[in-house]
């Protein structure tokens, strides 16, 4: 129980934990657009009724990812100070913008988005959701590029200082577009806006299941299946094996962790499943033959680096990142499946509302999304291991050298108690409002009456 | 070194905007026992802070990412060092938003009561830790050459620490009950109204107390003032916006005793940055180990692509954050959306 290995657990905890709660906000928050659209657009009850009820839950959710946000901007300086300053000009700029910029977006119209239904127009409402969700990305964004920077450094000189070596900007545009981020940003977004909709669709299966609430679950299923649907497609098809070429052109030392490739191989096989063994530097399972050198390389004939050709001691867990990488792709193409399964029953005479199956299989697909986001994300950051930055600097050179194990053990004791308890919460009253359901909306000024534009905020006040 | 100077300013006026903003709702959690009796009472207060104070909140971060920014080798220093102290922040900071989100989602009264108690210790709790991590900035920090702060939580808690902290707290209750005295009605405004006097009175007294410990124990702040006499406007103006402030109280405007309230928060904190300046931790081990705005700062071309940032950032942030102010102005109006 050394200091530096508290500090990694910690960060762990927080950071996983966090984690749970930003790909919903963006995700549902693209299906709560939808919704906002369709209402403006059809004046249909029924999409106004969804969004009442799905703000209520976005709330919720939001809450625990602002609540769990906050401990990891601030993670930084206290458990890995030698990382702050090292990177502080280039990482500390990312987090201000992200401040800046994403923050206060959402942080100002949060407020209208929750409390704004009775009180602005439906427009005026729709905009409070598209700056919310709009927020959202942009937060994701900025955080992307950070991480991405600390896969794929650019743009950075180094410069001895009376505090170390540090790392300097040397070009802005390099270090926001380091080689890795598009890449990244795409296919994380995507995986949100899967989280999202996979949510929507399992409430909406679970009414269809229990019959409650009929016509809204329907509509809601009706707007999420889609989305859920096409991103699958594009995930697995075109975002997945990019993300998988950009790692293998970047960082190759991190494939052959996910892949369990020991030595350079030409004709490198993909293996679907299975299991690492370190000590003998075996892969078993069952494997594809030179298959992962075509998707690498566009050939069998391409290379795919192996281990063994860095040091042992700058090698990535290897069973950890193999297992998260193969669970996230097996879940990926499992997505791809129960999605056409329910577009095929849903347009085949609208079977889906009789499959109880289907919708048995469709309640389960928010855990699915979950994991297959959270095993990405280990991937990623467990794949870059022993570096913080790729190449530049260990985690072990990062960490804060004054703490004492007896301050960690508490910290550490603490988040475990204070998630725990806000997990419990968190689902105990996200059941609890899945149980109310979305009621029809008492209206407690007609509609029409509200102000739906900011020339009508400013003009009714004028008026009074 | 310009940069470094507008920077000094920026982070100063981010952390002002965090205790105008955060503060009157940190304030309105620090009263809640106390002049919100009824659960309507309650939810009047929740509600009136509801639409804003996650936006409020966010100042604190914006404060967090630009130390990281500017000034990456005191985010580093300062937040290792401060360690326990400012895990115990997040602990707070994370139970305030929990009782705030959770307390009106049931109606069970024993559940009611407890989430209040809860978002009255964490506001109290976030108050009184960040003034005495402020206290023990303007004390100086046992910082070593490398940058790390020596001691512990309880080395934390010095007499002069616990003041700043004392007055914190009962600064931003003052200011909250002023905001408050804006959306409450009734029964409920007449117990607000009695109590801001009172408040105005006890943290006079804490303040002036705390301005004569400044003075006579800290003498980098008392030697920077007798060598610039003029800063002296700093402070000066802060006591004509708290007596102003306490005017326009006697006479019932309470919008602009919470400007000036407002302004008397900014004046202090820039009075203690002014006595501070140019440094953002002093060293108790040996003053050449002091992180200034110069030798703690990010390279200029970091500054720039910040400044740059924050000019394109800020307008809309002012626009928007004011905005919601305006939607949400007037008394507070409960319906089945609200907390």
Same mark, same amino acid.
């Given at each position: 129980m050394n200091p530096e290995f508290l500090s990694r657990l910690q960060?762990?905890?927080?950071?996983?934990?966090?984690?749970?709660?930003?790909?919903?906000?963006?995700?549902?928050?693209?299906? !709560?657009?939808?919704?906002?659209?369709?209402?403006?657009?059809?004046?249909?009850?029924?999409?106004?009724?969804?969004?009442?009820?799905?703000?209520?839950?976005?709330?919720?959710?939001?809450?625990?990812?602002?609540?769990?946000?906050?401990?990891?901007?601030?993670?930084?300086?206290?458990?890995?100070?030698?990382?702050?300053?090292?990177?502080?000009?280039?990482?500390?700029?990312?987090?201000?913008?992200?401040?800046?910029?994403?923050?206060?977006?959402?942080?100002?119209?949060?407020?209208?988005?929750?409390?704004?239904?009775?009180?602005?127009?439906?427009?005026?409402?729709?905009?409070?959701?598209?700056?919310?969700?709009?927020?959202?990305?942009?937060?994701?964004?900025?955080?992307?590029?950070?991480?991405?920077?600390?896969?794929?450094?650019?743009?950075?000189?180094?410069?001895?200082?009376?505090?170390?070596?540090?790392?300097?900007?040397?070009?802005?545009?390099?270090?926001?577009?380091?080689?890795?981020?598009?890449?990244? !940003?795409?296919?994380?977004?995507?995986?949100?806006?899967?989280?999202?909709?996979?949510?929507?669709?399992?409430?909406?299966?679970?009414?269809?299941?229990?019959?409650?609430?009929?016509?809204?679950?329907?509509?809601?299923?009706?707007?999420?299946?889609?989305?859920?649907?096409?991103?699958?497609?594009?995930?697995?098809?075109? !975002?997945?094996?990019?993300?998988?070429?950009?790692?293998?052109?970047?960082?190759?030392?991190?494939?052959?962790?996910?892949?369990?490739?020991?030595?350079?191989?030409? *004709?490198?096989?993909?293996?679907?499943?299975?299991?690492?063994?370190?000590?003998?530097?075996?892969?078993?399972?069952?494997?594809?033959? *030179?298959?992962?050198?075509?998707?690498?390389?566009?050939?069998?004939?391409?290379?795919?680096?192996?281990?063994?050709?860095?040091?042992?001691?700058?090698?990535?867990?290897?069973?950890?990142?193999?297992?998260?990488?193969?669970?996230?792709?097996?879940?990926?193409?499992?997505?791809?499946?129960?999605?056409?399964?329910?577009?095929?029953?849903?347009?085949?005479?609208?079977?889906?509302?009789?499959?109880?199956?289907?919708?048995?299989?469709?309640?389960?697909?928010?855990?699915?999304?979950?994991?297959?986001?959270?095993?990405?994300?280990?991937?990623?950051?467990?794949?870059?291991?022993?570096?913080?930055?790729?190449?530049?600097?260990?985690?072990?050179?990062?960490?804060?050298?004054?703490?004492?194990?007896?301050?960690?053990?508490?910290?550490?004791?603490?988040?475990?108690l204070l998630y725990t308890l806000l997990f419990v919460l968190f689902i105990y009253l996200l059941n609890e409002k899945i149980m109310h359901g979305p009621e029809p909306v008492e209206e407690t000024t007609p509609i029409a009456s509200l102000p739906d534009s900011f020339r009508d905020v400013f003009r009714r006040h004028a008026r009074a | 070194m310009w940069l470094n100077v507008v920077w000094f300013i920026l982070f100063v006026v981010v952390i002002a905007g965090y205790l105008i903003m955060d503060g009157f709702d940190l304030g309105v959690g620090i009263l809640h026992p106390f002049l919100a009796k009824s659960d309507e009472d309650r939810r009047i207060s929740l509600n009136s802070i509801g639409p804003v104070w996650d936006g409020n909140e966010v100042w604190l971060v914006l404060g967090g990412g630009v130390l990281f920014a500017a000034f990456p080798m005191v985010y580093a220093s300062l937040f290792s060092g401060f360690y326990t102290a400012m895990m115990l922040v997040l602990l707070v900071l994370i139970l305030r938003t929990v009782a705030i989100e959770f307390r009106s989602k049931r109606p069970s009264p024993g559940w009611r009561a407890a989430w209040d108690w809860v978002f009255f210790a964490a506001s109290l709790g976030i108050a009184l830790l960040l003034g005495v991590a402020f206290g023990n900035i303007m004390a100086g920090v046992p910082l070593d050459a490398r940058g790390t702060i020596g001691g512990n939580l309880l080395s934390m808690l010095n007499p002069f620490a616990l003041l700043v902290g004392v007055t914190t707290v009962f600064m931003l209750a003052t200011h909250g009950a002023i905001y408050l005295s804006m959306k409450a009605d009734g029964a409920y405004l007449a117990r607000i109204k009695r109590a801001i006097p009172r408040l105005m009175i006890v943290f006079f007294i804490l303040n002036t107390a705390l301005l004569a410990a400044a003075l006579l124990m800290h003498e980098f702040i008392t030697e920077r003032y007798l060598a610039h006499p003029l800063l002296i406007v700093l402070p000066g103006a802060a006591f004509l916006a708290v007596t102003a402030g306490w005017l326009m109280v006697r006479r019932g405007h309470y919008f602009r005793a919470f400007l000036l309230s407002a302004a008397m928060i900014a004046g202090l904190l820039f009075s203690a940055a002014a006595g501070l300046y140019p440094n953002l931790l002093i060293s108790t081990l040996d003053p050449t180990y002091n992180l200034t705005i110069f030798n703690a700062a990010s390279q200029p071309n970091t500054l720039v692509v910040m400044l740059v940032m924050a000019l394109l950032g800020m307008p809309f942030v002012l626009l928007y954050t004011g905005g919601v102010y305006y939607i949400f102005r007037g008394k507070v109006q409960l319906t089945p959306q609200s907390y």
């Amino acid at each position: 129980m050394n200091p530096e290995f508290l500090s990694r657990l910690q960060f762990t905890i927080t950071a996983s934990f966090h984690f749970i709660y930003p790909p919903i906000s963006m995700g549902l928050g693209l299906i !709560l657009v939808i919704m906002g659209i369709l209402y403006v657009r059809t004046q249909n009850p029924v999409w106004r009724r969804l969004s009442f009820f799905w703000i209520k839950i976005y709330g919720l959710v939001f809450a625990l990812g602002v609540a769990t946000g906050i401990v990891q901007e601030f993670e930084f300086g206290t458990n890995w100070s030698e990382y702050s300053r090292f990177v502080g000009n280039i990482f500390g700029s990312l987090l201000a913008a992200e401040g800046i910029f994403a923050f206060f977006l959402e942080g100002g119209f949060l407020g209208l988005m929750l409390f704004g239904g009775n009180r602005v127009g439906p427009r005026l409402w729709l905009f409070s959701i598209v700056m919310v969700v709009f927020g959202a990305h942009f937060s994701a964004t900025w955080i992307i590029m950070a991480n991405s920077w600390m896969q794929t450094p650019a743009g950075y000189e180094l410069a001895q200082t009376q505090y170390g070596t540090l790392a300097f900007m040397t070009s802005f545009p390099q270090v926001i577009m380091t080689p890795s981020f598009l890449a990244r !940003l795409w296919h994380t977004l995507v995986a949100s806006w899967l989280v999202g909709s996979s949510l929507v669709l399992s409430v909406s299966a679970y009414y269809l299941l229990k019959g409650r609430f009929e016509e809204s679950a329907r509509a809601a299923f009706k707007t999420a299946l889609p989305v859920f649907v096409v991103f699958s497609i594009v995930q697995a098809a075109l !975002l997945g094996p990019q993300s998988a070429e950009n790692v293998t052109d970047y960082q190759p030392e991190k494939l052959a962790a996910m892949e369990g490739v020991w030595e350079d191989t030409a *004709c490198a096989p993909m293996t679907l499943a299975g299991w690492v063994k370190p000590e003998t530097q075996r892969t078993v399972g069952l494997k594809v033959p *030179c298959l992962l050198s075509w998707l690498a390389g566009g050939s069998t004939d391409t290379v795919i680096q192996g281990l063994n050709s860095v040091p042992r001691d700058e090698w990535a867990p290897v069973g950890w990142v193999f297992q998260s990488y193969h669970l996230m792709i097996v879940l990926g193409g499992l997505f791809v499946g129960i999605g056409l399964l329910g577009l095929l029953f849903a347009v085949w005479g609208e079977r889906i509302w009789r499959t109880r199956w289907l919708l048995r299989t469709f309640v389960s697909t928010i855990f699915l999304t979950e994991l297959a986001t959270m095993t990405g994300w280990w991937t990623a950051e467990l794949g870059r291991q022993p570096w913080i930055v790729w190449g530049l600097m260990r985690v072990e050179d990062a960490v804060s050298p004054n703490l004492t194990t007896g301050q960690l053990l508490f910290s550490n004791a603490m988040f475990v108690l204070l998630y725990t308890l806000l997990f419990v919460l968190f689902i105990y009253l996200l059941n609890e409002k899945i149980m109310h359901g979305p009621e029809p909306v008492e209206e407690t000024t007609p509609i029409a009456s509200l102000p739906d534009s900011f020339r009508d905020v400013f003009r009714r006040h004028a008026r009074a | 070194m310009w940069l470094n100077v507008v920077w000094f300013i920026l982070f100063v006026v981010v952390i002002a905007g965090y205790l105008i903003m955060d503060g009157f709702d940190l304030g309105v959690g620090i009263l809640h026992p106390f002049l919100a009796k009824s659960d309507e009472d309650r939810r009047i207060s929740l509600n009136s802070i509801g639409p804003v104070w996650d936006g409020n909140e966010v100042w604190l971060v914006l404060g967090g990412g630009v130390l990281f920014a500017a000034f990456p080798m005191v985010y580093a220093s300062l937040f290792s060092g401060f360690y326990t102290a400012m895990m115990l922040v997040l602990l707070v900071l994370i139970l305030r938003t929990v009782a705030i989100e959770f307390r009106s989602k049931r109606p069970s009264p024993g559940w009611r009561a407890a989430w209040d108690w809860v978002f009255f210790a964490a506001s109290l709790g976030i108050a009184l830790l960040l003034g005495v991590a402020f206290g023990n900035i303007m004390a100086g920090v046992p910082l070593d050459a490398r940058g790390t702060i020596g001691g512990n939580l309880l080395s934390m808690l010095n007499p002069f620490a616990l003041l700043v902290g004392v007055t914190t707290v009962f600064m931003l209750a003052t200011h909250g009950a002023i905001y408050l005295s804006m959306k409450a009605d009734g029964a409920y405004l007449a117990r607000i109204k009695r109590a801001i006097p009172r408040l105005m009175i006890v943290f006079f007294i804490l303040n002036t107390a705390l301005l004569a410990a400044a003075l006579l124990m800290h003498e980098f702040i008392t030697e920077r003032y007798l060598a610039h006499p003029l800063l002296i406007v700093l402070p000066g103006a802060a006591f004509l916006a708290v007596t102003a402030g306490w005017l326009m109280v006697r006479r019932g405007h309470y919008f602009r005793a919470f400007l000036l309230s407002a302004a008397m928060i900014a004046g202090l904190l820039f009075s203690a940055a002014a006595g501070l300046y140019p440094n953002l931790l002093i060293s108790t081990l040996d003053p050449t180990y002091n992180l200034t705005i110069f030798n703690a700062a990010s390279q200029p071309n970091t500054l720039v692509v910040m400044l740059v940032m924050a000019l394109l950032g800020m307008p809309f942030v002012l626009l928007y954050t004011g905005g919601v102010y305006y939607i949400f102005r007037g008394k507070v109006q409960l319906t089945p959306q609200s907390y």
